[in-house]
């Protein structure tokens, strides 16, 4: 049986983006590849914005290991998406995102997806601890049961 669509009230943060002409397939919806653009960019968004995120200064990155997404519904431009973003899971050197994008003012997602961010070190490319700062912060976008 399938798991049913998350809503909103599954997410911590959340952050809007404009559809683009261009996002629509031959088919009328979002390509499923803009949705893994939304995730992307809502996750680096939130990164950037806490300044844990410094592409040419930061001395450890997350890349990514692993990526996911559940398609439960349409969207479609010019349709805004809202994108609903948690942390499922911090270890020693990776965490996992889970986005949920909801379309217009819909309360169910249209699409969930995950990403598994390893944190290396910039120079190396080695696998090294998620810095202090960035697992305090990542501990606050873990929903509370």
Known sequence: MRTPPGTRADYVHFRQHSTRWNDNDVYGHLNNTIHYLLFDSTVNEWLISNRLLDTRNSPAIGLVAETGCRYHGEMS?????????????????????????????????AA??????????????????????????????????
Do not use: N, Q, W
């Open 77 to 109: 431009y010019p349709s805004p998406v809202t994108a609903g973003l948690r942390v499922a899971k911090i270890g020693t050197s990776s965490v996992r995102y889970e986005i949920g994008l909801f379309a217009d003012d819909s309360d169910t997602a």
């Open 112 to 145: 969930e997806g995950f990403f598994v961010h390893v944190y290396v070190d910039t120079e190396t490319r080695r696998p090294c601890p998620i810095p202090d700062d960035t697992r305090t912060a990542l501990a606050g976008l873990m929903k509370e049961a």
